[in-house]
């Protein structure tokens, strides 16, 4: 996430990892009580894709190439942009100032 960060974007990656880990989930780890940090290597891309200029299109599309080439299991396109779309609504909420 890069050496310096707002306690906003701490808490936003913090929630985008148990978004990947409980909801993304497509070998199904979390029902089983996977390692909670199964797919934390995959956090720092989605992390940039989601908090930077990429549409909710290309974040599914990065989604599905971890699943194709890394998992070798693939989940629907409607799920990965699902995903996609909650990620964005996380990082808007974690955003949002303090009224």
């Known amino acids: 996430m890069g050496t310096k960060s707002s ?3 701490a808490g936003a990656y913090e929630a985008l990892d148990r978004l990947l880990f409980r909801e993304w989930d497509p ?6 009580d996977g390692p909670e940090d199964e ?4 956090l720092p891309e989605f992390w940039r ?3 930077g200029e990429a549409d909710e299109l290309a974040i599914a599309e990065y989604l599905g190439s971890i699943e194709r080439e890394r998992l ?3 989940t629907s396109f409607e799920h990965r942009l699902d995903i996609s779309k909650k990620a964005r609504a996380l ?3 974690w955003r949002m100032p303090v009224r």
């Open 72 to 74: 070798c299991v693939e």
């Open 27 to 32: 070998i199904g780890i979390y029902p089983m």
């Open 7 to 9: 306690a906003a974007d």
């Open 39 to 42: 797919y934390r290597a995959y």
């Open 49 to 51: 894709l989601v908090a």
């Open 91 to 93: 990082l808007a909420a």
